[in-house]
């Protein structure tokens, strides 16, 4: 379990979706990042989903229902950047 990782995600949802007085410490690692929780919507989804591909080097099928569930918080989505990068 990567302390850095998730540290990095929550860095980069509030630089790419330019969240204003939102800090690293602000959003907890289990916390729902959609609806409840932080309220990110499908615009922020898209924006998220094309920086993580840019920076993480990786392919999100806009499709798969899994999104959902790689996207449901940071520890999910620390978890499914870390199986990505090791395959």
Known sequence: ???????ELKELIIE???LEDV???DIDDD???FVDGLGLDSI???ELGM???KKYNLKLDANNEANKQ?????????RFIESQQAT
């Open 1 to 7: 379990m990567s302390k850095d990782l998730g540290r």
């Open 16 to 18: 790419s979706l330019d």
């Open 23 to 25: 800090t690293p410490e």
């Open 31 to 33: 916390e729902p990042l």
């Open 44 to 46: 922020d989804a898209l």
């Open 51 to 53: 920086q993580i591909q």
């Open 70 to 78: 790689h996207f449901a918080s940071v520890n999910a989505l620390r």
